[in-house]
């Protein structure tokens, strides 16, 4: 554990994958919840949970902050370590995989609308996606965990971290 915190501090000492990160948490947050029907702009600003969405709201915030994390964390390995982006490929790959199916889960009530023209399929689809959007954002969750993990002991075992004494 004590790596982890290592590498999160290594990373966000620098202002600029802090405010990454926060920009990438907040567009994705806002984003998912506007499409999940959370989040409304007009005709007033609402944000609306009720009960029975509340674990969709949570796998919500976690797929926003562990893409936050894990991109900050990518570009991190790309300037600073100087590693290829080819080796950094599964951070980015799974930051985008995850964001695409919390994203996709999410437009239930624009994707109804948006099915009708593509008929039967789109609407079995977007059917599939509504109904299965918590075991797909959980999947999401999975593949960004992994990531995390794996960028990691990238870092660790690719430099020495020696903590300060104070």
Known sequence: MNKHIQVIRLVFS??????????????????????????????????????????????????????????AISVFQIRMIKTSSKKVGAGIFGSVLSAGSGICTSCSTVGFSIASSFGIAGSTAISFLYDYEIPIRLVAIGILSITYFSMVRKITSGCKIMPKNN
């Open 14 to 71: 620098n202002i600029f994958y802090l405010v990454l990160s926060g920009i990438i948490f907040t567009s994705m947050l806002i984003l998912l919840l506007y499409a999940q029907g959370l989040l409304f702009f007009e005709p007033y600003f609402i944000f609306n949970i009720t009960e029975d969405v509340i674990p969709s709201f949570i796998s919500i915030l976690a797929v926003s902050l562990l893409t936050s994390i894990v991109t």
